[in-house]
């Protein structure tokens, strides 16, 4: 993937393999090929538990959404399981969360203090921003085209499951 950013010319190229290029990661934000804002995966996520005197929320969405793949670890560029967007911080990654776990269909995001959970309450929702888009995109059988805040189409995977 890294290498498609710099590619000028696909002229008399006959096979390309761009990996993960479509989608951008916050592995590929480690390594510098792109920016946060040309990741275009994010998995929308529930709150389902909210425990301020913990600093921490639990999602509806776990490895079977998110991979456990840490990204390029060698680089320490990527804490935690995923990065969080909320509506308080809808254009950017929200400074003080982090996914810090991971259980087959939950999350944990973990926040400083008790501040950064203020109007993530039961039922709120956010947007995460995952480690390794390859992993996360091949575990949905579908995805949802957003402009802004609207669903704009919907693609249907259309590939063997098994």
Request: with cysteine; charged share 15%; hydrophobic share 40%.
């Amino acid at each position: 993937t890294p290498t498609m950013s710099v590619v000028q010319n696909l002229e008399g190229v006959q096979e390309m393999r761009p990996g993960n290029y479509v989608f951008h990661d916050l592995t590929q934000v480690a390594l510098g090929s792109c920016g946060l804002g040309d990741c275009a995966v994010s998995v929308l996520a529930t709150v389902v538990s909210h425990q301020p005197e913990s600093s921490h929320i639990v999602v509806d969405a776990g490895a079977l959404a998110l991979s456990h793949d840490p990204g390029p670890v060698q680089l320490d560029k990527v804490p935690g399981k995923g990065a969080v967007i909320t509506e308080t911080t809808p254009l950017a990654v929200h400074p003080s969360l982090r996914v810090v776990s991971l259980s087959q269909e939950h999350g944990i995001i973990q926040g400083t203090g008790p501040e950064d959970l203020a109007g993530l309450g039961v039922g709120s929702r956010v947007r995460i921003l995952p480690n390794h888009a390859c992993l996360a995109v091949a575990l949905f059988d579908e995805y949802a085209v957003v402009k802004g805040e609207e669903v704009v189409d919907r693609w249907k995977i259309w590939r063997a499951r098994g």
